[in-house]
């Protein structure tokens, strides 16, 4: 067993965990909002950037309008609205430069370990160096997780009968491999999710021919990858205000939407499929290959800029299957209808492992914590758990909206505390709320992804504060406007009893 680096652990105020989107627009925040408050930004990889830094697979792009997924307070300034993962890190680069925040990031240092101690009003934080393999820990204040909502080791592949048999590669877009060479190969894609929908058209490229081969069909929406408003907007007004008014009309957009699938389903649905259609021509099946048994927005839509995935499919250089597989055989697949599909290289686009806070193992008092015992808190914090929140974006919009909500009000909860000269905040429940019925973390989306990971995350009730709305409008209203002194979050201070703010 490795032994720490540092017998005498060094402390900050706020601990960040990861360098993500979440992790870099924490550290503007907390620089400018709350100056007077250290802070580091731990990193387990050797760059930032988190997903985008990840995922290398071909034609890895951004799934909302880079003028949500993009900071609030740092405009977006390329053309294309619908941003590749290379541009995606540029900006981020950019945003870390002109803040600098570099200085406060640590890479390398993969978090393990979260201990609470109510004594000294600290968490004790052990990370592990991936160059040397050895132990460290810092303290801090507050924790501020950063970290996203899916796990790093791995994505999720399922079983697949006679995986062993086939002949070619096997790959998973979390994994993917630099050398890989698809010229002129047969390709078979499994899945239908976003990252199926990016793969098959740009490996179709080059490829001598790409098959999605998916157990039941998505919505799919084409959009032009240019937003036209916000390109006019700039030639007419400064960068900052033509950025702030093309986000505030792309989250308005959005939401309505959204909440028209909510309202009206059938509506959706007609104009939708009546896009597919429009794409794809009249005599594309699209009943078999594009219609969907759920409403829109019970899962996520899939976004096709430009509408490249039906380019290809009409080009004949991709193609749609809908079936289940029987088998994997030495050439490829062998389908539940009796059909088989040859293939050179087979891509398991199947998901990701969801986690809970990073996959770090918690602590408070000695008592380990199952978050999925816990009542969130507005959507960020955890019932019991003393100076946490946590960052998890919206499956119905831009991560990055949620992001900066969140570290908004870390920044006012920070300052609030300090005002009060309090150590530690914690939310509580209130005798009425009792007898909460328990939903879960997401109502409403039965996306396999999130299936599988329900019965691990955190509880959400009936009623504010113990809400997870998924809805950026009621999180403005619940996040950004309310006082951070409700009368669930319970504050201590040093010598004095501990004070709820009612």
Known sequence: MSSPVSASPEHVDVLVVGAGISGIGAGYHLQNKCPWAS?????????????????????????????????????????????????IMDYLRETVAEHDLERHIRFGHLVSRAEWSSDSARWTVTATLAATGQTTTLTCGFLFMCSGYYSYREGHTPTFPGRDRFGGQIVHPQAWPEDLDYAGKRVLVIGSGATAMTLVPAMAERAAHVTMLQRSPTYVVARPSHDLFANRLRRILPEKWAYAVTRRKNVFRQGLVYRKTRTDPDKIKRLLLGGVRQGLGPDYDVATHFTPSYNPWDQRLCLLPDGDLFG???????SVVTDHIDTFTEAGVRLRSGAELEADIIVTATGLNLVT?????FGVDGEP????????????????????????????????????????????????????????????????????????WIDGFPAGYMKRTLHLLPRQGDRAPWLHTQDYSRDVKMIRRETIADDVMEFSVPNREFVESR
């Open 39 to 87: 802070f580091t930004i731990l990193e387990g990889r050797d760059d930032i950037g988190g997903t985008w830094d990840l995922f290398r697979y071909p034609g890895v792009r951004s799934d909302s309008d880079m003028h949500t997924l993009g900071f609030s307070f740092k405009p977006w300034k390329d053309a294309r609205s619908i941003a590749g993962g290379p541009a």
């Open 312 to 318: 290809s499919i009409r080009s004949g250089s991709a």
């Open 357 to 361: 806070l990073g996959e770090i193992g």
């Open 369 to 440: 914590v199952d978050f999925a015992r816990t009542w969130t808190y507005k959507g960020l914090a955890y019932s019991d758990v003393p100076n946490l929140v946590s960052t998890f974006g919206y499956v119905n919009a831009s991560w990055t909206l949620k992001a900066d909500l969140t570290a908004e009000y870390v920044c006012r909860l920070l300052s609030h505390m300090a005002d009060m000269g309090a150590t530690t905040c914690t939310p509580r429940l209130r005798p009425s709320d009792l007898d909460m019925p328990q939903r879960p």
